[in-house]
T-cell receptor
Framework: DTAVSQTPKYLVTQMGNDKSIKCEQN?????MYWYKQDSKKFLKIMFS???????INETVPNRFSPKSPDKAHLNLHINSLELGDSAVYFC????????????FGSGTRLTVV | GNSVTQMEGPVTLSEEAFLTINCTYT??????LFWYVQYPGEGLQLLLK?????DKGSNKGFEATYRKETTSFHLEKGSVQVSDSAVYFC????????FGTGTSLTVIP
């Protein structure tokens, strides 16, 4: 069973469209995250939710909006997509960050054309 | 503040060569330290970790020792294989995670 699953794995869309990426974890973790990885592999945290409550909201355009319907799900909605949004987006979860770190999903490669 | 500085790549080695990827950190308090590996087209996987000073993390032939005196957590492997080709990330964990910039390793036969 996949611990952290993201859908879709690939997403190709035109500029200006609105799209969503879904993430689910079956580990019982309290905290979930969204990261963006650029073409140089640099990882940037975007959001973090703990038990459905937003706890980290880094400087990202407000076109990006996370939604957590329950603690097992954290979705990412992106409005008015731009070319610069092309990247790989990773979902992750953790229970005890200091001792166990993250469990990552396999990523969603978003390409905006 | 908290940060991680990681050796820049890319690194290219021949099979069976010795690998070192340097990682140093700046932190308030006593963080945990991690190495993650990202194989092509995949997500990040935990490779090894150390939660306190002088701890040694090890997995799949890789090792790293938490050195408080030098604020370092260098990754080593005695004999790399082609299958070790990946991007390696050093990370510091306290209330939040802080990743290094990643080091790409290519092992050639």
């Amino acid at each position: 069973d996949t611990a952290v699953s993201q859908t879709p794995k690939y997403l190709v869309t035109q500029m200006g469209n609105d799209k969503s990426i879904k993430c689910e974890q079956n580990l019982g973790h309290d905290t979930m995250y969204w990261y963006k990885q650029d073409s140089k592999k640099f990882l940037k945290i975007m959001f973090s939710y703990n038990n459905k409550e937003l706890i980290i909201n880094e400087t990202v355009p407000n076109r990006f909006s996370p939604k957590s319907p329950d603690k097992a799900h954290l979705n990412l909605h992106i409005n008015s997509l731009e070319l610069g949004d092309s990247a790989v987006y990773f979902c992750a979860s953790s229970q005890d960050l200091t001792h166990y770190g993250y469990t990552f999903g396999s990523g969603t490669r978003l390409t905006v054309v | 503040g908290n940060s991680v500085t990681q050796m820049e790549g890319p690194v290219t080695l021949s099979e069976e060569a010795f690998l070192t990827i340097n990682c140093t950190y700046t932190a308030t308090g006593y963080p945990s330290l991690f190495w993650y590996v990202q194989y092509p087209g995949e997500g990040l996987q935990l490779l090894l970790k150390a939660t306190k000073a002088d701890d040694k993390g090890s997995n799949k032939g890789f090792e790293a020792t938490y050195r408080k005196e030098t604020t370092s957590f260098h990754l080593e492997k005695g004999s790399v294989q082609v299958s070790d080709s990946a991007v390696y990330f050093c990370a510091l964990g306290r209330n939040q995670f802080y990743f290094g910039t990643g080091t790409s390793l290519t092992v050639i036969p």
